[in-house]
């Protein structure tokens, strides 16, 4: 059985960092490729970063570029995004995704909350 299970998420003031995980069970996040969503109250879910199997190569939307990264750490079968520079328009629920052919997993969300 596929388990994705988000942490970290937290209130935090605009300008400051977060670091939310997803650790992974009944799959290797080094055999997937392993994104991050986010979705706002009232909004559609929306692509935040992905880091892709075997290549590694990663991909943020235009809204996070240059503030968030996401890395995998296969030892501990997990991925994480680094969030700097909060926004409040950060703030949504952060889903963790695991995409391999036609399998999907997700998570079931992590809350980000930024305001002071």
């Known amino acids: 059985q596929v388990q994705l299970v988000e942490s970290g998420g937290s209130l935090v003031q605009p300008g400051g960092s977060l670091r939310i995980s997803c650790a992974a069970s009944?799959?290797?996040?080094?055999?997937?490729?392993m994104s991050w969503y986010r979705q706002a109250p009232g909004k559609e879910r929306e692509f935040v970063a992905s880091?892709?199997?075997?290549?590694?190569?990663?991909t943020y939307a235009d809204s996070v570029k240059g503030r968030f990264t996401i890395s995998r750490d296969n030892d501990k079968n997990s991925v994480s995004l680094q969030m700097n520079n909060l926004k409040s328009d950060d703030t949504a629920v952060y889903y963790c995704k695991a995409l391999r052919s036609t399998n999907t997993y997700w998570g079931q969300g992590t809350q980000v909350t930024v305001s002071s």
């Open positions: 009944g799959l290797f996040v080094s055999d997937y490729t």
């Open positions: 880091s892709r199997r075997i290549s590694g190569v990663t």
